[in-house]
T-cell receptor, first 112, second 113 residues
Framework: DQQVKQNSPSLSVQEGRISILNCDYT??????FLWYKKYPAEGPTFLIS?????DKNEDGRFTVFLNKSAKHLSLHIVPSQPGDSAVYFC???????????FGGGTRLMVKP | DTGVSQDPRHKITKRGQNVTFRCDPI?????LYWYRQTLGQGPEFLTY????????KSRLLSDRFSAERPKGSFSTLEIQRTEQGDSAMYLC???????????FGPGTRLTVT
């Protein structure tokens, strides 16, 4: 049973435009949500997180939106840059410091 | 501090052999996590430690797998009698207690032939 799902395996965006990556979850006990970026042959790199008491968190070009009623979160990257090309994973945990449950990832390609 | 380190980066072994991986967390991080990632999937939780205490184990961690963190610093993950299904990337992460984000190492890629 996949508790965290990323339904789009890949996304292609033009440089300078917005990238929107989506994630759905089923476990209503999840309280924290995170996005990681992964380049080949490297471990995942933390990007941004949000707790369930918020509906938006922003850090530079990255914004995460959380819709608890829909059990849906999204990551917006504006403007997209070629260096953003990577696999993006969303993850969730029941409480801070607990194990992370990951989605299957979305490969983002930003074309120059 | 240079981040989480893992050794070796790659390991090729024959089915039935034992392998051991090492993880050195970010210093002062009390929590250390092990995950496994197979091709096309996200990382899956295996186990985690707070200091030397192993607090949780996934059902993925069969009795052929054992993890230790004897002095609360580095950790080892051993797989006995490896099977081809054990081929995966083994990732280690660390964090402070109560910290939401976990910081990952580069992983150890295991190939069982």
């Amino acid at each position: 049973d996949q508790q965290v799902k990323q339904n789009s395996p890949s996304l292609s965006v033009q440089e300078g435009r917005i990238s929107i990556l989506n994630c759905d979850y089923t476990n209503s006990m999840f309280d924290y949500f995170l996005w990681y970026k992964k380049y080949p042959a490297e471990g995942p790199t933390f990007l941004i997180s949000i707790s369930s008491i918020k509906d938006k968190n922003e850090d530079g070009r990255f914004t995460v939106f959380l819709n608890k009623s829909a059990k849906h979160l999204s990551l917006h990257i504006v403007p997209s840059q070629p260096g953003d090309s990577a696999v993006y994973f969303c993850a969730a945990s029941v409480y801070a410091g607990n194990m992370l449950t990951f989605g299957g990832g979305t490969r983002l390609m930003v074309k120059p | 501090d240079t981040g989480v380190s893992q050794d070796p980066r790659h390991k090729i072994t024959k089915r039935g052999q034992n392998v051991t991986f090492r993880c050195d967390p970010i210093s002062e991080h009390n929590r250390l996590y092990w995950y496994r990632q197979t091709l096309g999937q996200g990382p899956e939780f295996l186990t985690y430690f707070q200091n030397e205490a192993q607090l949780e184990k996934s059902r993925l961690l069969s009795d052929r797998f054992s993890a230790e963190r004897p002095k609360g610093s580095f950790s080892t993950l051993e797989i006995q009698r490896t099977e081809q299904g054990d081929s995966a990337m083994y990732l280690c992460a660390s964090s402070y207690p109560g910290q939401t984000e976990q910081y990952f190492g580069p992983g150890t890629r295991l190939t069982v032939t």
